[in-house]
């Protein structure tokens, strides 16, 4: 194979055309449609992920396809031109290469060329959004991990209906990152090599066994051994996997310089299950309500109604304030359907009632404030009124 | 469905490939439609130092410039690979990176000059519906 010379073809020659000189844009020996060569644009700063191969494009073939880093979800959009954009391959490319003596028009064979392999009608852009996570819930809900399967022998269980890492790649529209941070706002767990929700009952079951444990072992709830639980729960009849994440769900892990590992119970999300599983029974009286969440909760926690934002509604009937389960979590994370059901739910809201079913919604290139003025209408009676939002 | 992007040339050795673009639409001539390969499109000349150039069609003469890209454009490949289970495995594979592009954005003007008509040359292709002409290279 001959060799061409150097800057002599191609897109080489193109680019460095001497001053005072000129050459012959033609096209190419293998001119044509090439469909499958696409442009796509990107920012500078994601340059080195594409070229060490750190991206990925995921989509099912009925959705826009996204393209992920390791970190973050990029819509792709397709940009059209009407401009003719001649598209011109580096000379020594091996798929394109031509051979010059091919040239069979004499008059060019020592003439500068610029091939034009295509001509192309545009160009793919990228634009940063948010996950599209909303399906991972639904995927995983499809079969819970509750107390019969728990039960099992290792392995008994069907894998219809269950989704292991790969499964969810090749599904959700999100980065790596993303997709994990989606799996622990979940709680979700990976039991034999499956991504799992594990029923809430059953985790009630097994933190009331941990706690029961604590005070049978006279365990301190700042400082739980994790052998130590895990050992006792499986004695119990609990799965160690399900010992160790209910750690995870409601704990957190201290730092290193124990010996073992240790595990704080969180305060917070122990209070937090107590209260979900009282308003599991439907509404009630906030008094009633008080009463028997500070019973159920573990001596030395004490829960108080802040921790409840985002979590409940309150409602005023006469003198009496009743309370129900509304939980943030529960919500769609598309700002679009989430104000929908907000909105559905109740016709005004006021900004501290709002505040914690919005403040999780993160739209790329749109502020909180843009939030609020694309999906709701703001009126505020008076000045020194607090301001009511409204669907628009 | 996952569709990975791969890249043989590593960082700052993928190659380099060129734009030229121009407004319209670069037509040539009904007979010339089905051999199209090797046709000389126009002449791209650059009369001085300066990142200015000018593009000669059939009668048609663009000035454009040379202008780096806002943002880097790569050049993917759509690659299918023969998969045993699910028939077709598809990736994209880097094969080039576009940095700048010799854009004329102005109309063309018209060569005044009478074009002379050669004979060891074959036709040049036309743009915007022009006659075929022949350059004074």
Known sequence: ?392 | MEIRVRCNCGEGSCEEWGIVELQGVVEPQSGFHDSLPNLHIGTLCRPSSQEVYTFTVGYHELAGSKVPLKKPMVVLKKVKHPDGESGCKVELQVVGVIRHKILFKNRPKALISKPQMGSRERPKPIMLGSSPSNQAA
């Open chain 1, 1 to 392: 194979m001959e060799s061409p010379q150097p800057g002599s073809r191609g897109a080489e020659a193109l680019k460095n055309i001497s001053p005072g000189s000129s050459i012959s844009v033609a096209y190419h020996s293998l001119f044509g449609p090439h469909d499958d060569l696409l442009l796509l644009e990107l920012d500078e700063k994601l340059l080195p992920d594409v070229l060490h191969e750190r991206v990925v494009l995921r989509g099912q073939p009925d959705e826009d396809a996204v393209l992920c880093t390791p970190s973050k979800t990029y819509a792709m959009k397709f940009v059209g031109t009407s401009n003719s954009v001649l598209l011109v391959p580096p000379a020594n490319h091996s798929e394109f290469y031509e051979n010059p003596q091919k040239n069979d028009s004499n008059m060019e064979e020592d003439k500068v060329v610029a091939p034009v392999i295509k001509v192309v009608s545009g160009n793919m852009e990228l634009v940063e959004t948010a996950p599209r996570l909303d399906k991972l819930k639904s995927f995983l809900s499809e079969k819970t991990y509750n107390f019969d399967v728990g039960n099992l022998e290792d392995n008994q269980e069907s894998t219809i209906g269950l989704y292991n890492w790969n499964d969810l790649v090749n599904n959700i529209q999100a980065s790596d990152e993303e997709l994990r941070s989606g799996l622990q706002a979940l709680s979700a767990v990976e039991i034999n090599g499956y991504w799992r929700l594990v029923d809430g009952s059953y985790m009630d079951m097994i933190l009331g066994m941990l706690l029961k444990n604590s005070v049978l072992n006279d365990w301190s709830l700042n400082a739980l051994n994790e052998d130590e639980v895990v050992c006792t729960l499986e004695s119990d009849g609990f799965p160690g996997v399900l010992a160790r994440h209910c750690l995870h769900t409601y704990g957190t892990k201290l730092n290193e310089g124990m010996p073992g590992r240790v595990w704080k119970l969180d305060e917070k999300r122990v209070c937090i299950h107590f209260a979900k599983e009282i308003l599991k029974g439907g509404k009630r009286k906030l008094e009633s309500f008080m009463d028997e969440w500070r019973q159920k909760v573990p001596d030395g926690m004490q829960p108080s109604f802040d921790l409840m934002e985002g979590e409940v509604l309150t409602e005023r009937v006469g003198v009496e304030t009743w309370i129900r389960a509304f939980s943030v979590a529960s919500l769609p994370s598309t700002p679009a359907e989430r104000f929908s059901i907000l909105f559905r739910e109740r016709k005004k809201w006021e900004w501290k009632d709002l505040q914690p079913y919005v403040r999780d919604l993160k739209v790329p290139g749109l502020s909180s404030e843009g939030l609020l003025l694309k999906y709701t209408r703001r009126t505020q009676p008076s000045p020194d009124a607090e301001p009511v939002f409204s669907a628009r």
